[in-house]
Structure formats: structure tokens, C-alpha cells
């Protein structure tokens, strides 16, 4: 499993302040994808070492993102890297972002957060209210949709 690029996001998951690490090789090829540099297998490996040298910032971040890791040959690699966290970060929070319509039962225990859905451009993103993709928070291995908290408008100051 290889990171094209990591990044502290704030947006990708409500209420958190994600490590985001871009998964490439992606399957899906969505159609209108803003991110097809992920198409291909770039990047540098995503293990433990490298995993726990980003989660140093800890004491900066409430969660760890991956964004993709849905080819069959990165599943297992996926497992690990979330289980790592788990055993030595349990403070963080864990997020995965997957161009499929489901996630395995082995792989949703191991998470706090899971977005599922190819990107439809017709039905657009996460911020639009047609949208096919869900993002859930996993809380005792319920899943509850809060897709919705990224339709909402930001405050406006009146004039």
C-alpha cells in the first residue's frame, strides 16, 4: 500500500483534525475524479515505522485518515496499519474513505469513521445533498450516517 501524500486536513471527517494519508493504485476510476494521480501505483509505503513517525503529532491530531486502500492487494496492509494504531495510538480515531459500496466487517471494528460510494458526478460530492456517498460514525458497531453535517451552511455574520 503506498501514500501519494499525507496532509493535516480539517474538513474530512466532522469535529476531527486528520492525519490524511492518500492512498494510490485506486480501483474505481470514478468518471469527473479530482483525484486521478491516485489511479496509479505512486507513492512511498505506508508501514508501521512510517505510520508511527506521523502519528508523533498525536498531541496536533485527533484521527488517522486513509484515504482509499480499496485494491484487494491493500487490504491486508490497510488491517495492519489500523490495528497498529489501535494497540498504540488508542487516543486517535481511525478513518477510511472508500470509492466502494461497502467495507468488510474485519475491517469496519477496526474503525471509528467510514465514508462508502463511488463518486457519481450527477449526484456530486459529500457537500451535496443528492449525494450517493455516506459518511458513518461506527459507535459500538452501529453505523450512523452524518453525511448530512457536511450539507450544513457556515455561520454568517449579519450585517
Not at 505506508?46 to 485518515?65: M, N, R
Not at 487516543?91 to 470509492?99: F, H, P, R, W
Amino acid at each position: 500500500m503506498k501514500s501519494a501524500s499525507e496532509a493535516i486536513c480539517l474538513q474530512e471527517i466532522p469535529d476531527e483534525i486528520s492525519l490524511s494519508f492518500s492512498i494510490s493504485n485506486c480501483p474505481h476510476h470514478c468518471q469527473g475524479c479530482h483525484s486521478q494521480y491516485l489511479w496509479a501505483n505512486v507513492g512511498r509505503d505506508v508501514h508501521p515505522e512510517l505510520v508511527k513517525q506521523l502519528a508523533a503529532y498525536s498531541d496536533l491530531i485527533t484521527c488517522v485518515l486513509f484515504m482509499g486502500g480499496d485494491d484487494e492487494n491493500q487490504k491486508a496492509d490497510l488491517k495492519q496499519e489500523l490495528k497498529f494504531l489501535k494497540a498504540n495510538y488508542p487516543n486517535l480515531k481511525t478513518a477510511l474513505y472508500s470509492g466502494s459500496e461497502s467495507v468488510s466487517e474485519e475491517i469496519l471494528k477496526l474503525l471509528d469513521y467510514v465514508k462508502v460510494g463511488p463518486y457519481i458526478s450527477e449526484l456530486g460530492s459529500l457537500k451535496s445533498p443528492t449525494t450517493n456517498q455516506r459518511l458513518y460514525k461506527i459507535d459500538n458497531g452501529s453505523l450512523i450516517d452524518i453525511t448530512n453535517r457536511f450539507w450544513e451552511k457556515p455561520y454568517q455574520l449579519k450585517n
